[in-house]
């Protein structure tokens, strides 16, 4: 089973400052990779997949990258409803497909 | 509207089972696999496994083997999830997920979550 970490498990950041993301696979999962936002209280959302392309109707502010075992999210300028939980998830080896343990993405 | 739509939450004792579903809506059921995953209060997300609603294969996590059930029912385009001998580790909240194709198992449309809380 492939372990996803994720880097750091909180991130304090004001409005529209850049965050960055890191996700590390225990072995390389190629560019099967996807991330996903979740708010409180609701199901995640996709945004990113194959590492780098964003999902429908993700703005352009969120760009993943990275390939093998690093990946990233970046955030160019965090708004108001940015400020969430972020899940990386590898598909590359499955079953089954796992997922890193959080970034939460908190106002500074 | 494309969506998938959970059961209402459940209150089990332990050692009990629980049964939840996920009405799909808005695309071709058949077409795509769906995934269950499960969310602990407080921690992160788990995978439960993964059917096909187009032949009913199944593939479960190792660790649920033996205690999980997953089902479709095609002519309501829902699947169903049933978890048996539940434990107060089992409380969590269940996801139903789209799998976007069979060869890329990233989930592209979840449904609203299902809390299941086991206790005596």
């Known amino acids: 089973e492939i372990v996803m970490t994720q880097s750091p498990a909180t991130l304090s950041v004001s409005p529209g400052e850049r965050a960055t993301l890191s996700c590390r696979a225990s072995?390389?999962?190629?560019?099967?990779l996807a991330w996903y936002q979740q708010k409180p209280g609701q199901a995640p959302r996709l945004l990113i997949y194959g590492a780098s392309t964003r999902a429908t109707g993700i703005p352009a502010r969120f760009s993943g990258s990275g390939s093998g075992t690093e990946f990233t999210l970046t955030i160019s300028s965090l708004q108001s409803e940015d400020f969430a939980v972020y899940y990386c998830q590898q598909y590359n080896n499955w079953p089954p497909v796992t997922f890193g343990g959080g970034t939460k993405v908190e106002i500074k | 509207q494309v969506q998938l739509v959970q059961s209402g939450a459940e209150v089990k004792k332990p050692g009990a089972s629980v049964k939840v579903s996920c009405k799909a809506s808005g695309y071709t059921f058949t077409s795509y696999g769906i995934s269950w995953v499960r969310q602990a209060p407080g921690q992160g997300l788990e995978w439960m496994g993964w059917i096909s609603a187009y032949n009913g294969n199944t593939n479960y996590a190792q660790k649920l083997q033996g205690r999980v059930t997953m089902t479709t029912d095609t002519s309501t385009s829902t699947a169903y999830m049933e978890l048996r001998s539940l434990r107060s580790d089992d409380t969590a909240v269940y996801y139903c997920?789209?799998?976007?194709?069979?060869?890329?198992?990233?989930?592209?449309?979840w449904g609203r979550g299902t809390l299941v809380t086991v206790s005596s």
């Open positions: 997920a789209r799998v976007y194709d069979s060869r890329y198992w990233y989930f592209d449309l």
């Open positions: 072995q390389s999962v190629s560019s099967n």
